[in-house]
């Protein structure tokens, strides 16, 4: 089955002697899990799943997990997972209060009274928030000791600014909210993909929650928060929920070590090798222009910077050979509606936001390298040969103090609107979604 970013899926109906038949469901990795990341193995989740099973959260029940392979076997959820497919309003709402009932039930329970020796002993929320953060910084530095500025600016604020929270530390699913769970007839039928979970402050589920709202739609934020306060006994902080957002997006962007810097795998053989896996190539494009963006925005807020509109109005003429992507395009409009295999479909929409990225990377890419060569070239007293060039050269700068970090976020916005507009043909409606208000 198609979806998830890490592992496979795979409906299995097992039928017993007397002809009955069981729906199950395997997530499976062909690949052994890497050795440094931020995602728990499928031991650790099948834990999770164990512990909360009968606690009021709705979760299958862990039939069993493979003793070598990445491989857990669950009874299956009926229901759809996609939120937006949804079609009529009400039945959206009660499926969104649904899974709000699930959340506040989650972040009701005491973490010392579940079975998960893999996420205990419970800490103080600014423990638990530090200990990632040192973690994610880990993942974050290349092997060359550099380190992406947006990330280290980013790292360096949340470190100086964790929470001053007292008050109860919660399992956290993280990753949490549309996408994340199944529905059906109105109703939450499971709560999936804990690799992320952990402990520490409940907001930090409300920020995961508000990220999967922009991914996909969610009825009214503000209102579901509301209910979230009344089923939890919970608070909704906006400054930490803000905070939450900005350690989400790091941590999603940190969640394995950066090309060429330590992200191997161990072999069966105690070995490490690195091997390429087939994947839709168009979703990590536009989700991670997404992210790029809603990490700026966030960091921009928390540090209390405006963020003013780049001026895309002066665009260059289309090139003589535009049709041809049009042609290409039109081509694919016939051939995906009629593949049947639902994977293999996933892959040519991949294909097809693709074409339309290099349509626009085509009209607009030369203009834009020109326009980031002279914002870099401001910051440094001269313009640098080429894009690359110049990104190492102001990371060098940002790095060594000689461009200040809120000059390198005004740069990076300018940069990330630029790229975003590129991609807006391929993004459709995530071009223009932003955080939800919490109020």
């Avoid at 009825?219 to 909704?236: D, K």
């Avoid at 790029?292 to 260059?316: F, I, K, Q, W, Y």
């Avoid at 790229?419 to 459709?428: E, I, N, Q, Y």
Wanted: contains cysteine; negative net charge.
């Amino acid at each position: 089955m198609p979806g998830g970013a890490s592992r496979e899926a795979w409906f299995i109906d097992v039928r017993d002697r007397d002809g009955r038949s069981r729906a199950l469901f395997l997530r499976y990795s062909r690949q052994p899990r890497p050795t440094d990341t931020a995602f728990h193995d499928l031991r650790t989740e099948a834990e999770i799943f164990t512990a909360l099973y009968g606690t009021g959260v709705t979760v299958p029940r862990t039939l069993g997990v493979h003793p070598r392979h990445e491989a857990m076997l669950a009874e299956r959820a009926p229901g759809e997972t996609w939120f937006y497919r949804i079609k009529d309003a009400e039945e959206q709402i009660r499926v969104a209060q649904d899974f709000i009932r699930n959340l506040a039930a989650l972040h009701r329970l005491d973490p010392d009274t579940l079975d998960l020796p893999s996420l205990l002993p419970v800490k103080s929320a600014r423990a638990h928030a530090l200990e990632e953060l040192a973690r994610m910084r880990r993942r974050a530095t290349g092997s060359d000791g550099k380190i992406d500025p947006l990330v280290r600016i980013s790292l360096d604020w949340l470190e100086r600014n964790v929470p001053d929270y007292m008050g109860p530390v919660v399992l956290v699913q993280g990753d949490t909210g549309p996408g994340n769970f199944m529905y059906e007839d109105g109703k939450v039928t499971a709560v999936v993909d804990w690799e992320l979970a952990h402990l520490g402050d409940p907001m930090d589920d409300i920020a995961w929650l508000s990220l999967r709202t922009v991914q996909d739609t969610f009825t009214s934020f503000p209102a579901r928060l509301r209910e979230y306060e009344q089923l939890s006994g919970h608070h909704v902080d906006p400054i930490r929920v803000w905070y939450y957002r900005l350690f989400a997006e790091i941590r999603l962007m940190t969640s394995r070590p950066p090309s060429g810097t330590g992200g191997s795998v161990a072999a069966s053989d105690g070995s490490e090798e690195i091997k390429p896996v087939a994947a839709d190539i168009g979703n990590p494009i536009i989700y991670g222009m997404l992210h790029r963006r809603l990490t700026v925005e966030a960091l921009a807020h928390v540090m209390g910077r405006d963020l003013a509109p780049t001026d895309l109005s002066a665009l260059p003429e289309q090139t003589e050979w535009h049709e041809l992507y049009d042609a290409v395009l039109g081509s694919f409009q016939v051939i995906v509606p009629r593949i049947e295999d639902p994977l293999a479909s996933q892959w040519a929409k991949g294909l097809v936001r693709m074409v339309k990225y290099l349509k626009e990377i085509d009209r607009f890419g030369r203009a834009f390298a020109r326009d980031e060569c002279e914002d870099i070239g401001a910051l440094l007293g001269a313009p640098p040969a080429s894009p690359a060039e110049g990104r190492r050269l102001i990371a060098a700068a940002s790095a060594e103090g000689r461009v200040s970090d809120r000059d390198y976020v005004a740069y990076l916005w300018r940069k990330v609107q630029r790229d975003d507009f590129v991609l807006r043909t391929a993004s459709g409606a995530l071009h223009n979604r932003t955080w939800p208000p919490l109020s």
